[in-house]
């Protein structure tokens, strides 16, 4: 996204509220105001939508700070921050959170805000859909320069120092604050360039204090803000990354979509298992007729050596001719068979002379032998032998034909 909404806050909550709306692709500002408080906020959440949010706080709420390094502090520098700097605030440092902007071998560039106060901010612009994408104190939004920078605000001055450093101060008190030490190098007055119109200065005559024109003053802040590298949403401020934000959206979607994968897995899972065993079931019949028929072969291998083996017995059974094929009339008889589950095979035999073949089998009931010749009835000519019972047992035969 190249447009961006600034917008500027204070812990004064009956202080105006400037905004502005800049395209970095055009080079313009689109949309500009004030909001009278913040209980208008929601005035700037048309103008959040689709664009990238940046928060200026107020410098009179941010502690901004240079403190030297105790030696071999490196690798627990952030812990050690407040603690480096409670003897130059006032305010409990257990209630302020602190950002690292920079540091060398010695020193370090800090940011400390109110927690609470910056939590709230979020919160509030979080409940009217304004997402902040980035926190910076409205100081260290000017131009950065080796000397110093300045512009006014309403009522107040900011006031920039090198990279990291900067104060707010009240325009009452500007007269005193041009001959403070915090405008010096050393015994040197810096020099100051201005983006608002100064006031009348007693300066010193070695005190170069100049006026430049500039656009407007949310306008400048806005491109320093864009272009500067600080960002006070670290530690528990991070802001998610947009892969868990997305998330957060297509959550239920994504849900759903693995139920209705993990359910579609689940009968394909249970479809291949079904086949399986069917395809099991039907080896295993097939060898146990097998068996039944050519007792002397007990070791099958594979379903080609049984095919095969059936195949070659046939033929040596038809004596090679052209005969109607055993092997048909043996495929026929298992689908003959499912007329009753109950039904046993005892014993097969087929007669290449007579071209017929003969079955013992046994049963629970003489039923089950109608239902079965009704059954072979369908493929051969069927002749059912006497039927008789031996304890639990009913034995019977079928003699099969061509029909």
């Not at 119109?197 to 500039?214: C, R, V």
């Not at 072969?297 to 095919?307: E, G, Q, W």
């Amino acid at each position: 996204m190249s447009e961006f909404l600034t917008v500027r806050l204070s812990s004064d909550k009956q202080a105006q509220i400037q905004w502005l709306v800049w395209s970095s692709a055009q080079n313009e500002v689109i949309a500009s105001g004030e909001v009278h408080d913040w209980t208008n906020l929601s005035e700037l959440t048309s103008y959040a939508h689709q664009r990238q949010v940046i928060v200026l706080l107020s410098s009179s709420d941010v502690v901004l700070s240079e403190v030297d390094l105790p030696a071999g502090s490196s690798r627990q520098l952030e812990s050690m921050l407040p603690y480096l700097v409670e003897d130059d605030i006032a305010q409990d440092v257990d209630e302020l959170h602190f950002s690292l902007l920079d540091k060398s071998s010695k020193k370090a560039m800090i940011a400390a805000v109110d927690r609470h106060w910056l939590s709230f901010c979020l919160q509030e612009l979080r409940e009217l859909n304004i997402n902040v994408n980035k926190v910076l104190p409205d100081v260290l939004a000017l131009p950065n320069s080796d000397q110093l920078t300045a512009v006014s605000l309403g009522e107040q001055w900011l006031v920039r120092k090198g990279e990291y450093l900067g104060v707010c101060v009240e325009s009452q008190w500007l007269a005193l604050f041009r001959a403070s030490s915090w405008v010096k190098a050393g015994d040197d007055y810096l020099s100051l360039t201005a983006y608002s119109a100064l006031p009348e200065l007693a300066l010193e005559p070695d005190q170069d204090w100049k006026h430049t024109d500039a656009p407007l003053v949310m306008q400048l802040l806005t491109e320093g803000a864009i272009a500067s590298k600080v960002n006070l949403l670290t530690g528990n401020f991070k802001p998610s990354s947009s892969m868990l934000k997305y998330w957060s959206i297509w959550k239920k979607s994504a849900i759903a979509a693995v139920v209705l994968f993990v359910v579609i897995a689940g009968q394909f899972w249970l479809q291949v298992n079904s086949n399986e065993a069917q395809a099991k079931a039907y080896r295993a019949e097939s060898e146990r007729i097998f068996r039944e028929a050519l007792p002397g072969k007990t070791r099958i291998p594979t379903v080609s050596y049984l095919k095969r083996q059936m195949s070659d017995e046939a033929n040596r059974l038809s004596g090679g001719g052209a005969g109607y094929p055993m092997l048909e009339w043996m495929m026929k008889i298992p689908e003959s068979l499912k007329a009753n589950n109950t039904m046993a095979l005892i014993s097969i035999r087929y007669d290449g002379n007579r071209e017929e073949i003969r079955i013992q089998a046994r049963s629970k009931d003489f039923q089950s032998f109608e239902q079965v010749r009704v059954k072979f009835a369908e493929n051969f000519d069927v002749e059912q032998g006497q039927l008789s019972r031996s304890g639990e047992w009913v034995n019977g035969s079928f003699v099969l034909k061509r029909e």
